[in-house]
């Protein structure tokens, strides 16, 4: 397909009206760097992650290459929803061979920018002229967010990165992320199936800060 079709994910924002919206399905590569600090504590968080995203069929899956100092996890996280009664979250920490699950109430939301997101001004990357993007500036609940995003035609745009300022819980938080190696379509659609540690019986869990990725413009 030509790139002009590629679009990637604006996830986080729901609304009735849209600047531009991704396809319903896509794939590639996702890298996160993130700094925090709190009162006793602080640290540095890297994620080198495969995504995946379908609209189509309401679900989303992520790979997940975890460093944080001297831990070090491969986890996969899906969301899935499958009937009317909300979604599934499921963690697999392949490190662990655990599996933790939480239901989630609403609908899977579709990745746009909300139409009354205003741009604050349109440049280029590298050579100027040759790479032009737009950016946007979005307060979320949590984090103030600046989002690059190229504009590819009408109602379409693909995100070049995003910085996120902000607060959870007791940690001042900054966090960069970019995406890369983006293709339209699903190539394998087993990237979604239930994580092989979750499949028992379980019990409802509060999910972890790491793990609660609700705050994203961009990604997964």
């Not at 599996?99 to 205003?118: N, Q």
């Not at 504009?151 to 693909?158: N, S, W």
């Not at 659609?189 to 379980?202: H, R």
């Amino acid at each position: 397909m030509q790139w002009t079709q590629v679009t990637l994910v604006f996830c986080s924002v729901a609304a009735l009206a849209w600047t531009c919206c991704t396809p319903d399905q896509w794939e590639g590569t996702q890298g996160v760097i993130a700094g925090y600090a709190g009162y006793f504590k602080h640290g540095l968080i890297k994620e080198y992650n495969d995504v995946a995203y379908d609209f189509e069929n309401k679900r989303s899956a992520v790979f997940l290459r975890y460093v944080n100092g001297d831990i070090e996890a491969k986890i996969k996280i899906v969301i899935r929803y499958d009937g009317n009664e909300g979604g599934i979250l499921y963690v697999d920490n392949y490190n662990r061979g655990k599996c933790w699950k939480k239901m989630l109430e609403g609908e899977f939301r579709r990745c746009c920018i909300p139409k009354d997101v205003k741009p604050y001004g349109e440049f280029s990357i590298g050579l100027k002229g040759d790479y032009k993007v737009t950016g946007y500036n979005i307060k979320g609940k949590r984090f103030d967010l600046d989002v690059t995003a190229q504009m590819l035609g009408k109602d379409q745009c693909a995100p070049v990165g995003e910085i996120a300022v902000g607060r959870i819980v007791h940690y001042d938080v900054v966090r960069n992320v970019g995406l890369y190696d983006i293709t339209p379509g699903i190539k394998n659609a087993s990237v979604f199936d239930v994580p092989k540690d979750c499949v028992d019986d379980w019990k409802d869990f509060d999910l972890p800060i790491d793990i609660d990725r609700q705050d994203y413009i961009l990604g997964i």
